[in-house]
């Protein structure tokens, strides 16, 4: 495909959402909205996008999360709320992870040492890493339950503790995104 077909075809889809009335998500881009008087409007992504990793066992405590995050005004990427049909999940889960400005990495007693998603998951996040300044926080690990998080992972980046105070883990974990956020802005 062409890079001119490319932009045609983009073009089309994002005509044929608005035509029907629905809103259009460009990923990492922002959103068409339908306007009754400009044909449609466009808002930005400004919102940090917060990549969510988790073993399916967790996916209950995973869930509370993403919805705090999300209230609190970030745009979390999750694979139970975001993967459409048929897409092809390995690499749209790949490409999430590389557009996020975090990678919020879950871990417990079942995904710190089940072999699983979440660890290929958390390999190609630490892969990532490693393009990102030394002074900026790109991971952050969450202890779900008393685990042990991995001594890779743990001997270069502190965690934050959901348990057994899960709120006070929510206000330091969302602390430390909003600040590294306002950090970067300056």
């Known amino acids: 495909m062409t890079e001119a077909s490319a932009l045609d075809h983009l073009t089309a889809i994002v005509v044929q959402g608005l035509t029907a009335g629905k809103p259009v ?6 959103v068409f909205y339908p306007d009754s008087q400009r ?5 930005a992504c400004v919102q940090p996008r917060v990549f969510l990793a988790y073993a399916k066992e967790d996916q209950g405590s995973a869930i509370r999360l993403f919805d705090h995050l999300e209230s609190a005004g970030f745009r979390v990427w999750m694979d139970v709320r975001k993967l459409l049909p048929g897409q092809n999940w390995p690499r749209a889960i790949e490409n999430a992870i ?3 400005d975090f990678f919020v990495a ?18 190609y996040a630490l ?11 790109f991971m952050v690990p969450v202890r779900l339950d008393a685990c042990r998080v991995p001594r890779a992972v743990q001997r270069e980046i502190q965690y934050v503790d959901l348990y057994p105070d899960w709120d006070n883990g929510l206000r330091v974990l969302t602390s430390t995104l909003e600040a590294e956020w306002k950090r970067r802005e300056i």
């Open 106 to 123: 879950c871990f417990s007693r079942v995904s710190a040492i089940r072999r699983s998603g979440f660890q290929a998951e958390l390999r």
């Open 39 to 43: 044909l449609f409007r466009f808002e």
């Open 98 to 100: 590389e557009i996020s």
């Open 25 to 30: 998500e460009i990923d990492g881009l922002g």
């Open 127 to 137: 892969d990532c890493a490693r393009r990102v300044p030394l002074d900026q926080i």
